[in-house]
Every structure is written in C-alpha cells, then in structure tokens.
C-alpha cells in the first residue's frame, strides 16, 4: 500500500488510515472494545436503544486477520473515488453508510419476527467492521470499474477475484446482515433515490478534511 497507489485517492488514504487507527486502539484496549464493538439487536437496539452502537461497531476491526482484508479490499477499491471524484466519493461513504445502517435496521428487525429463534440467534449478533461502508462501496467497484483479464497460476481470470474473494472472507453469519445492507445502499445511491448522488459536505466540513489529508501527506513526506 504505497502513497504512490493513493495518489488521486485522499479520501481513500483516510479512511485506510482511520481505519487502522481505530483498530490498533481497541486492540490494545480490550474494554474498549468489548464497550464498542459489541452490537447484539435483542437487546441493544430494541430494549436499550443505544442506536450509537450502530456507528461505533463500523470504526475498527478486532481481529487482525480481518483488519488486513479490510485495508486491501478498500486499497483495491481505491478507482472508485478516482471516477467519482474525492468530493464525491466521500459524500457517497458517508450517505452509504447512514443508508446501510437504516436498512441494517430494518433487516434485522425483519429476520427477528421471520426466522425461527434458533435461526435468528445467528444474525443478531452484528459483526463489527466498516462492513456497510465496504460493501457499499464494493457495489460501485463492480459496476464502475471495468475488469480486465489477467493470467494466474495459467488461468485467465478477471483483475477483480481478489478483491472479491477477500470480501467473501468478511462473510459469516454475524456479517451477513451489514454486507446485504451495504450492497442495497450501494445499490440505492447508484439508483439516485431521493437525489442521494447530488448531496455533498458544508464547505467548512470540506475544507477541515482537506487540511487534515494536507497534513498526513506532509508528514509522510518527511
């Protein structure tokens, strides 16, 4: 993952390093992020309502394992800022994201009056990990990004596999819900329902993001 490779992705360096930030944080504390990373729908959300857990299980990862496949998988993705455009693609993160998390809710509180009991103990249980927003944002990656044809191993495959194929590593029965949301919300902005394409950040909003990967770039430089 080199500066180089990010070159025309800003926001994309951003959220790499966020996210690895915030991972290495609740690695080294154990209560936080037993406190954060926790997210249980029955009872968290619907007994308790604390809705900020929806938020905080997206800043890091726990395992490293799943950390290393986040970060690859949003370095690959890295081209679909640079179609969009970083103004665009950090308003399309951040309306994905509140998007994925409505419908996450909605899912959940279907599966709880559908699924059988012992079915639905497997998906109340949220995984955490930016989870929406990756798999959002993967839903552009395929329909944004031409594929190319590569040889591997005396096989020709599309560029695409290994991108793919870490993100069905992300997969589990406590991820399954995040993952379908975040590709609906993929899905839904592409759809510009509600004209979600047109909405962008305050320009103060903008322009503090601005300084900030100003400065991260300074720094790295030295």
């Avoid at 890091?60 to 081209?79: C, H, N, W």
């Avoid at 329909?143 to 991108?163: E, H």
């Amino acid at each position: 993952m080199t500066a180089g490779g990010l070159q025309g992705a800003p926001a994309t360096k951003l959220w790499i390093y966020s996210v690895l930030i915030f991972s290495l944080v609740l690695a080294w504390s154990p209560a936080w992020r037993h406190a954060l990373m926790r997210l249980r729908f029955v009872p968290h959300i619907t007994r308790d309502w604390q809705i900020w857990r929806l938020a905080s299980i997206q800043l890091g990862v726990a395992t490293t394992t799943e950390l290393m496949s986040t970060l690859v998988i949003v370095y690959r993705m890295r081209s679909v800022e640079r179609i969009l455009g970083t103004r665009k693609f950090a308003a399309f993160v951040f309306v994905a994201g509140v998007v994925g998390l409505t419908l996450s809710v909605v899912l959940l509180a279907g599966a709880r009056w559908m699924l059988p009991a012992r079915i639905y103990g497997a998906v109340n249980m949220v995984a955490g990990g930016p989870l929406v927003t990756v798999f959002a944002c993967l839903a552009q990656y395929y329909m944004l990004v031409p594929s190319k044809r590569v040889r591997a191993l005396g096989v020709t495959v599309g560029d695409k596999w290994l991108t793919y194929g870490l993100a069905a590593n992300l997969l589990g029965e406590s991820a399954a819900v995040p993952a379908l949301a975040g590709i609906m919300a993929g899905a839904v902005y592409a759809a510009d329902v509600a004209g979600l394409k047109q909405w962008r950040f305050p320009q103060c909003v903008e322009h503090a993001a601005v300084r900030l990967m100003s400065l991260m770039t300074s720094r790295q430089a030295r």
